[in-house]
């Protein structure tokens, strides 16, 4: 019998496509890096060292363009076999084979991309256990960590009223159950992070729910994971990613400053960071780079969900980033930031209904992880190479006064500052000069 390779599996999936390679920007060749070279250095650290990049299971390798107009489009040869399984292995195989013929460092999942959630819990479990011994043997052969793991706690029907949110405990149980499997899953796999994106955690209508009590219910949940994973040895950091809404009208994590206010009330700080996406923040009608500087304001910028939504329509259409301009301004706040830590950079994008062939994967994340990359190199020269960072400083500088300083530090009283105001008179006006700062960003775009 032939030997297994274990890191293209016994069946070469994506024939025809070599490992992508770095060219350089004069290079025509669509199966090529044009700006992502992993291991230049910029800022003291390679590329590869600051991106973190991953390839999300579930929209690569689950995703079948099905939509609620129409049945899938995408027939990958990983669903072929019906056997649960052979296609779980089929499909780790595939995905192994595209993480590595991309370079990428690092993959995340929710429990069941690995395998179809079974007829019982028993048999999910048994399923999940087996691919998991393969992917330690997939893992070890070819170098890809797992960055994140995850449970879907929002597509079985039983959770149509939530997951730790459900007003029924027994519910409320089942989700306990199956976020200790998806730990311990992680665990496993040695996951550096573990995430929790909410899900059903929201509510509909008002009339039927008692937000509050909801509310605790998931900040409990979150303390017994955190307990329970901590006391399994997990050393990594949990991740909240917010979200406004959708599936539900209100998701209880809406946004980056409302899960800070829910950390901050409930105690969890020290084990929890946040994990912003890119259309989950246009969603909450901010931008990227405000839900990062949110964050990375708190000490909590931990993590990246990349994608891009659509100027025209108002849900979460998660296409592959592209627009080089508000990946820019998300990178100087990250790099201001001192960088991603924990995370990483997860492509948490699909490729359209339309796009059918295997290729279209590896057109799609070459895409996003050049344009990440390259606004890498422009955000670098904009902090290393002009005014930017002194200029902005300089609007604060009339906080260097006396009466400044002693309003900052709480010296002053309310009465104190009246008078102050008295002494100087109507302020002068002072142009905040937007146009000019954007044209100093456009300068280093090239
Ligand atoms: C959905 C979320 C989801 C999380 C993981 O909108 O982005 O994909 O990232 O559960
Ligand atoms: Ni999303
Ligand atoms: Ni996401």
Known sequence: MAKINLTTGDREYFQGVPRIKYEGRESDNPFAYKFYNEEQVVAGKTMKDHLRFAVAYWHSFCGNGGDPFGSPTKIFPWFEHTDADQQAKDKMDA?????????LPFYCFHDFDLVN???????????????????????????VQLLWGTANLFSNPRYMNGAATNPDFNVVAYAGAQLKNALDVTIKLGGLNYVFWGGREGYMSLLNTNMKKEVEHLARMLHMAKDYARSQGFKG??????????????????????VIAFLREFDLMNDFKLNIEVNHATLAQHTFSHELQVAADAGLLGSIDANRGDYQNGWDTDQF???????????????????????GIN??????????????????????IDTFARALLIAQDILNNSDYRK???????SFSSSDAQAFEKGELS???????????????????????????????IK
């Open 95 to 103: 995905a192994f084979e595209f993480i590595t013929k991309l370079g």
């Open 117 to 143: 959630e079974g007829p019982s819990f028993t048999e999910s479990t048994r399923r999940l256990e087996k691919i998991s011994d393969y992917a330690i043997e997939k893992q070890k052969a070819s170098g």
């Open 237 to 258: 950091t949990f991740f909240i990613e917010p979200k406004p809404m959708e599936p539900t009208k209100h998701q209880y994590d809406f946004d980056a400053a409302t």
């Open 321 to 343: 980033p592209n627009n080089l301009l508000e990946l820019v301004e998300s990178v100087l706040v990250i790099l201001e930031a001192g960088g991603i830590k924990d995370g």
């Open 347 to 368: 492509f948490d994008a699909k490729t359209r209904r339309n796009s059918t062939d295997l290729d279209d994967l590896f057109h799609a994340h070459i895409g996003g």
């Open 391 to 397: 200029l902005r400083a300089q609007r604060y500088e």
């Open 414 to 444: 309310l009465d104190q500052l009246a008078k102050i105001s008295q002494s100087i008179g109507e302020p002068e006006m002072i142009s905040g000069r937007q146009e000019f700062y954007e044209n100093l960003i456009n300068r280093f």
